[in-house]
């Protein structure tokens, strides 16, 4: 203390910062090639005067996922249903959606239905139905001035054509496929991966795993392989959203758009069940560090600096490493090599 300097051999300082709350997953968007990439920065100040002074700065990428689009949890299980009527009020759109957040290659089930309006007092009788046309678009939304504003690109198109008379019955479409995707490095988490091989052996899963994937993109630093495909985001510098559009077109009536927001989540179904085991494993061990009482502190505040200053106490001081035989030796050096290198030690 009050020294300008101190010869060290080694600083350890643990670091415990907190998430904020508004910080987005790391990932990468092919169809407008764009990533989101987190950096961790380090400063270091030296010298023995100020004269010498020095300092340099090291970045590293982290990886960053958040789990609160999975497609398990119980707010997007719940069908969400929008009912439309046409300009004119002779006919009414329905739609149902089961499950409003879906993954790669998860299955995808949308149900429309069209029929006349009975409400309505002076409804036409030669309304015909002449097609039902579904669409999921992703958009793109730049909030940096250097981004397009809005931008908009074309999943899936699937259409229906019929000429059929709309009655007060109605007429029922089903929509179903496996949501668009462009690899499966989703099914690393994949429970039914593990098969057994034999009884008899005592190792009964395989040990390696082999990517199924004939054309690997090479996902940048700091971006899970998980993430390497679109997905629902919302960042400082730009959004990714998805939207079904049902189109209907009707003879001696008013066509009609309907649309439905949808979450795209980057882990599917079969993913979700091995995370959610992981996830309240990592619960547990969070309660038994930190103390239940800070755990649920930290959860009802919505403000960082709250946050941060809750989990600090359990932050361990820095261990400084001076120049010493003992502190050189709990390096893990030898005391023979006391006072050479540290990169010649090291070799």
């Known amino acids: 203390m009050g020294e300008f300097y101190q010869k060290l051999i080694a600083l350890d300082v643990p670091l415990l910062i907190p998430i904020p709350r508004t910080i987005t997953s790391s990932g990468f968007f092919p169809s407008w090639n764009a990533s989101t990439v987190h950096y961790l920065c380090v400063r270091f100040t030296g010298g023995t005067s100020p004269h010498t002074e020095f300092s340099f700065e090291e970045k590293f990428a982290i990886p960053i996922k958040l789990y609160d689009t999975l497609p398990l949890y119980r707010q997007f299980n719940e069908p969400l249903v929008e009912q439309r009527p046409t300009s004119d009020n002779q006919v009414l759109v329905?739609?149902?959606?089961?499950?409003?957040?879906?993954?790669?290659?998860?299955?995808?089930?949308?149900?429309?239905?069209i029929g006349a309006n009975p409400l309505h007092n002076k409804r036409k009788r030669n309304l015909r139905l002449k097609s039902v046309t579904m669409q999921i678009k992703e958009y793109m939304q730049g909030f940096d001035s250097g981004l397009p504003v809005k931008r908009?690109?074309?999943?899936?198109?699937?259409?229906?054509?019929?000429?059929?008379?709309?009655?007060?019955?109605?007429t029922t479409h089903i929509f179903e496929f496996p949501f668009p995707y462009d690899n499966d490095f989703v099914h690393h988490f994949s429970l039914s991966d593990a098969q057994i091989i034999n009884e008899e052996l005592s190792v009964k899963f395989p040990s390696a795993t082999f990517n199924k994937n004939r054309n690997l993109p090479k996902a940048a630093e700091g971006i899970p392989v998980t993430h390497t495909q679109g997905f629902t985001t919302s960042g400082?510098?730009?959004?990714?959203?998805?939207?079904?559009?049902?189109?209907?077109?009707?003879?001696?009536?008013?066509?009609?758009?309907?649309?439905?927001?949808?979450?795209?989540?980057?882990?599917?179904?079969?993913?979700?069940?091995?995370?959610?085991?992981?996830?309240?494993?990592e619960c547990l061990l969070a309660r038994d560090r930190f103390t239940k009482e800070t755990?649920?502190?930290?959860?009802?505040?919505?403000?960082?600096?709250?946050?941060?200053?809750?989990?600090?106490?359990?932050?361990?001081?820095?261990?400084?490493?001076?120049?010493?035989?003992?502190?050189?030796?709990?390096?893990?050096?030898?005391?023979?090599?006391?006072?050479?290198?540290?990169?010649?030690?090291?070799?």
């Open 94 to 113: 329905d739609l149902e959606l089961p499950i409003s957040s879906v993954g790669p290659s998860d299955p995808f089930h949308l149900r429309v239905k």
């Open 236 to 281: 400082r510098l730009f959004s990714i959203r998805y939207e079904i559009i049902v189109k209907v077109k009707i003879s001696h009536g008013k066509d009609t758009v309907v649309t439905l927001p949808l979450t795209v989540s980057p882990f599917d179904r079969d993913s979700c069940e091995y995370l959610l085991s992981w996830i309240k494993g």
């Open 152 to 170: 908009e690109i074309k999943l899936r198109s699937d259409t229906d054509e019929c000429d059929k008379p709309i009655t007060s019955d109605g």
């Open 295 to 347: 755990v649920n502190r930290v959860a009802a505040t919505f403000k960082d600096e709250e946050v941060h200053m809750l989990l600090q106490r359990f932050c361990p001081p820095p261990v400084v490493y001076r120049v010493n035989k003992a502190d050189w030796e709990a390096l893990g050096y030898t005391v023979d090599n006391y006072g050479q290198s540290i990169i010649k030690c090291i070799e």
